[in-house]
C-alpha cells in the first residue's frame, strides 16, 4: 500500500521540489530585515504542500548548522488545539519554550519574557473582531491553584509594555526566528481569523519570518468580510511573499502513477495484459482523474487491495477500468452490479432487435450518468467503452478502437462476461469459476485430481464453464504443439468421464447443445498436433478404449466423416483436405473400430442400452460396408421384437429442445415419418401401451419413460392444430391417464 502522508526528507522526492524547498530556505535565511515577514505557500488539498514543508524545515536545519548564531525554528500545528483560546496562548508557549532551549542566555531571556507575555495574551480581550480569547474571571477561575503565581506580572502589567520589551530585546539580540504554520486549511472559519491576527497584530515581531501554508480558496473565504475586505485583498495586506506551490506536472503524475501500478502488477504475465486496450484506457479515460498526488496515491491504494484479491481471477486491464470508477464517480460504481445483464454480451445480431436494444440501453446510460459532469461522463465513457461492447457501440458507435474477443473473455475473465461480471465489485466469488482453480487443473493437475475437482465443478453447475475456460486456452494453439502432453490428459479425461458430466445450461432457451460441446472441446485439444499421425495416433487409442461408451464414439466419428462429406449427400462441396483433422484413410479405420464394437455388443446384447443409439443407427444406415448393414439389419429386426428394446429404440429417436412463450419450456421432437422406416405405427402404439403398465417400464430411467410417453402421448394428439412437438404437460396429462409416475 502507498502512503497518503508527506515526505520527511528531500531523499524520498520523487517530484523534484526538493529544490524548491532548498531556494526557499536560503531566500528565508538570507532576510536581514528588522521588520516581520510573512511568506504564504498556496496550493490545494493534496498538493503536497506540506511534503514541501517537510523539506523546508530540513533544508532549515542544514542551513542553520553552518550559521554561528542559529536562528529559532518553530513548526506550529495550529489543528491540534480545540479553541481560539488554547491556539494563540499554546502558540506562546511553543515559541517560549524554544527560546528558552536556546544555549544563548540573551535568547534564553527572550524565552522567559515571551513566556510572560504570553501569560498575559490568556487575562485579555484582544480580538474583538473574532470573539474574546481570553477573560479575567476564566483566567482567575483556571489558575487557581500552583499556577496562580505564574502570570501575576503578566496580569498587571500593560499588554502593549510588555510586547515593547518583546520587541526591545528580539532587536537588540538580533535573533532570526521562523515561525511555519502549516494546516491553516484545516481549521474552522472563526480559527483561521485568530490564526491571521496573530500573525498580523499579535505576534509581529522583529526579524521574525513566517511561512504559512494554506489552500488559497479556502482561507480567503474565510478571512471575508474582517475590515470590509474581500478574503484575497485581506492576504495581500498580510502576506508579502507568495509562492503557488509548483504543479505537479501532468508527467509527474503519470509517472508516479504507472510507478507504484508497476510496483502492484508487474509481474502480470504479458499475455493476460492488454498492452493496447491499457493504454487507451489510461490516456483517454484514467489520467485525466489524476489532478493531484493524492489521486494518485486513492487509486493505486485501492488497485492494490483489489488486486491482492482478484489477480487471478479478473482482466487486470478491466479490474483497474472498474476501480478508477469506484474511486472518482463512486455513485456510478455503485449502481452498476444492479445492472448486470443491460452491461453483459453484446448486442442482437437481428437488425430490429439490435436497434431496440441499442435504444433502450442508451436511454438507461444517459439516465445513469445523468446526475455527473460532462468532463466526467466523457472520462466514464472512455474506460467503459472499453470494457463493454454495448457502450462502446452505443456511446462510441464502435469506434472504441478495440476489438471484442470471445475466447479472450473467457481466458481473463473480462467484466463484460456475465461469468465474471459480479466479481468486479465484490472480493467474494465463491458460486462462480475460479481462473486460478481451473488454469491449476488445465495445467498442472494430474488425472486424479481431474476427476475429483471437475466433478466438484459438475456439482455447482460450472461444468460448461470450465469447458469454455479450456477451449479459450487451446483453440489459440493450434498447430504448435504447446501443451500437447496436457491437451492429451485432458482429452482423455473429457472423454471417458463426459457421461458423468452434466449439462448446466440445458435449462436455457438459448444454449449451446451439449453434444456439439463435445466435439469441440476434443477438437480444440486434437488441433494443438502438429503432426496429423500423432494427432491421430491420439484419437484411436481413445476409440479403442472399452470403458468410453460406443454411442460417444460414433458422435465424434460423424463430425470427421463430414469433414470429407462422407455421408452428407454433399459429394460435390469443396473439399479442403489440409483443414480436416485426420486424412479419409484415418477415418476409413475408425470406422472400422467402431463396427468392430458393434458386432461385439451385438454379441453380447448391450448395443441397445447405448444412451445415444440413434448416432449407431444413422452411421450404419450411411456406410458402405455392406457386411455391418446385413449383420446391423438383422440385429434390429430381432430387438424390435422384445418391447423393452423397442421402447429403448423410441426413445433414442426421440429430439429435445426449448419452446418459449412467456416462458421458456421443455420440448419432445417425435419425428413419426422417420419412425416409420422400421415399424409400423399404429402396432407400435398398441404395443407401447401394454408395456407402459408393466413393471419392466417403472425400471426404465425417468428420460427414457419420458420419451416413450412423448411418442405416445404426440401420436395420440398429433392431429391437433398446430401440434408439432410434446410438451411436460402433455406428457403429465398422459402419465397421469395411465396411472404412471414419473
Not at 120 to 129: S, V
Not at 361 to 375: A, G, M, R, S, V
Not at 670 to 693: G, H
Request: glycine fraction near 4%.
Amino acid at each position: 500500500m502507498y502512503s497518503d502522508t508527506p515526505i520527511v526528507s528531500s531523499q524520498e522526492d520523487t517530484l523534484n521540489r526538493a529544490s524548491f524547498a532548498r531556494q526557499l530556505a536560503q531566500t528565508i535565511m538570507s532576510y536581514d530585515q528588522e521588520n516581520s515577514f510573512n511568506i504564504g505557500l498556496y496550493g490545494e488539498w493534496g498538493s503536497g504542500k506540506t511534503s514541501v514543508i517537510n523539506m523546508l524545515e530540513e533544508s532549515l536545519s542544514n542551513l542553520s548548522a553552518e550559521m554561528e548564531h542559529m536562528p529559532v525554528v518553530l513548526r506550529f500545528n495550529p489543528w491540534m488545539f480545540s479553541d481560539q483560546t488554547q491556539l494563540v496562548t499554546q502558540f506562546f508557549k511553543q515559541l517560549s519554550a524554544k527560546f528558552g532551549s536556546n544555549s544563548t542566555s540573551r535568547v534564553q531571556k527572550i524565552g522567559k519574557t515571551m513566556e510572560t507575555f504570553g501569560g498575559a495574551l490568556e487575562f485579555t480581550t484582544l480580538i474583538p473582531q473574532i470573539g474574546v480569547i481570553g477573560t479575567i474571571a476564566s483566567a482567575f477561575t483556571k489558575d487557581l491553584g500552583k499556577g496562580l503565581n505564574k502570570y501575576a506580572e503578566g496580569r498587571n502589567t500593560n499588554i502593549q509594555k510588555l510586547k515593547d520589551d518583546l520587541i526591545a530585546l528580539l532587536t537588540s539580540a538580533k535573533v532570526k526566528t521562523i515561525i511555519i504554520i502549516d494546516d491553516i486549511d484545516r481549521l474552522s472559519d472563526d480559527e483561521i481569523r485568530s490564526v491571521f491576527q496573530l500573525v498580523k497584530s499579535i505576534a509581529d515581531f522583529p526579524n521574525t519570518i513566517y511561512v504559512l501554508a494554506f489552500d488559497f480558496d479556502i482561507v480567503s473565504n474565510a478571512l471575508s468580510g474582517i475590515q470590509k475586505y474581500d478574503g484575497a485583498k485581506y492576504l495581500e495586506k498580510i502576506v508579502q511573499v507568495p509562492f503557488h506551490l509548483p504543479n505537479i506536472t501532468e508527467q509527474q503524475l503519470t509517472y508516479t502513477f504507472l510507478d507504484q501500478l508497476n510496483d502492484i502488477i508487474g509481474e502480470i504475465p504479458e499475455e493476460n495484459f492488454d498492452k493496447t486496450k491499457w493504454s487507451m484506457m489510461f490516456h483517454q479515460g484514467i489520467k485525466p482523474f489524476l489532478t493531484t498526488i493524492r489521486d494518485v496515491v486513492r487509486l493505486s491504494n485501492t488497485i492494490s487491495l483489489k488486486y491482492s484479491f482478484l489477480k487471478d481471477e479478473t482482466d487486470i486491464v478491466d479490474l483497474i477500468g472498474i476501480t478508477t470508477i469506484q474511486v472518482f464517480l463512486p455513485e456510478i460504481y455503485a449502481v452498476m452490479p444492479a445492472y448486470k445483464e443491460q452491461f453483459c454480451g453484446s448486442f442482437s445480431i437481428n437488425y430490429s432487435s439490435y436497434n431496440n436494444e441499442e435504444n433502450a440501453f442508451q436511454k438507461l446510460y444517459e439516465i445513469l450518468t445523468e446526475d455527473i459532469n460532462d468532463t466526467q461522463r466523457n472520462n466514464l465513457t472512455e474506460i467503459l467503452s472499453l470494457m463493454f461492447p454495448k457502450v462502446s457501440s452505443t456511446m462510441k458507435k464502435g469506434l472504441s478502437g478495440i476489438s471484442y474477443n470471445g475466447y479472450g473473455s473467457i481466458k481473463l475473465g473480462s467484466i463484460y462476461n456475465s461469468n465474471y461480471y459480479d466479481r468486479y465489485f465484490t472480493l467474494a466469488f465463491s458460486e462462480s469459476l475460479s481462473l486460478k482453480q481451473v488454469n491449476y487443473l488445465v495445467f498442472h493437475a494430474n488425472e486424479l485430481t481431474l476427476v475429483n475437482e471437475i466433478s466438484k465443478l459438475d456439482e455447482k453447475e460450472l461444468t460448461n464453464q470450465f469447458l469454455d475456460y479450456l477451449a479459450s486456452i487451446f483453440n489459440p494453439l493450434k498447430n504448435t504443439d504447446i501443451h500437447k502432453d496436457r491437451a492429451t490428459l485432458l482429452l482423455t479425461y473429457i472423454v471417458k468421464h463426459w457421461d458423468t458430466l452434466h449439462d448446466a445450461d440445458d435449462k436455457k432457451f438459448y444454449s449451446y447443445p451439449w453434444q456439439w460441446r463435445l466435439r469441440n472441446t476434443v477438437d480444440y485439444l486434437l488441433w494443438v498436433f502438429i503432426d496429423r499421425q500423432e494427432r491421430y495416433s491420439t484419437i484411436k487409442n481413445l476409440f479403442k478404449d472399452t470403458s468410453i461408451r460406443l454411442s460417444l464414439k460414433t458422435q465424434l466419428l460423424l463430425g470427421y466423416e463430414r469433414e470429407h462429406n462422407r455421408f452428407t449427400g454433399e459429394s460435390n462441396k469443396e473439399q479442403n483436405p489440409e483443414e480436416a483433422l485426420f486424412t479419409i484413410d484415418n477415418v476409413l479405420e475408425l470406422e472400422d473400430i467402431i463396427y468392430d464394437f458393434i458386432r461385439q455388443q451385438i454379441n453380447d446384447g448391450t448395443l441397445i442400452e447405448e444412451p445415444n443409439f440413434s448416432f449407431i443407427t444413422w452411421l450404419v444406415e450411411k456406410s458402405d460396408n455392406e457386411d455391418i448393414k446385413i449383420t446391423y439389419q438383422e440385429y434390429l429386426k430381432d430387438i424390435l421384437k422384445k418391447d423393452s428394446s423397442l421402447a429403448h429404440f423410441i426413445s433414442s429417436f426421440i429430439g429435445h429442445g426449448k419452446g418459449a412463450s412467456n416462458f421458456v419450456f421443455d420440448i419432445w421432437k417425435i419425428d413419426l415419418k422417420n419412425m416409420e422406416k422400421y415399424f409400423d405405427l399404429a402396432d407400435t402404439v398398441n404395443r407401447m401401451e401394454q408395456f407402459i403398465e408393466s413393471e419392466a417400464f417403472t425400471l426404465f430411467p425417468t428420460k427414457t419413460k419420458e420419451n416413450v410417453l412423448a411418442f405416445l402421448s404426440f401420436y395420440e394428439k398429433k392431429d391437433e392444430p398446430y401440434r408439432e412437438d410434446a410438451t411436460r404437460p402433455l406428457i403429465e396429462t398422459y402419465a397421469k391417464k395411465h396411472n404412471i409416475t414419473l
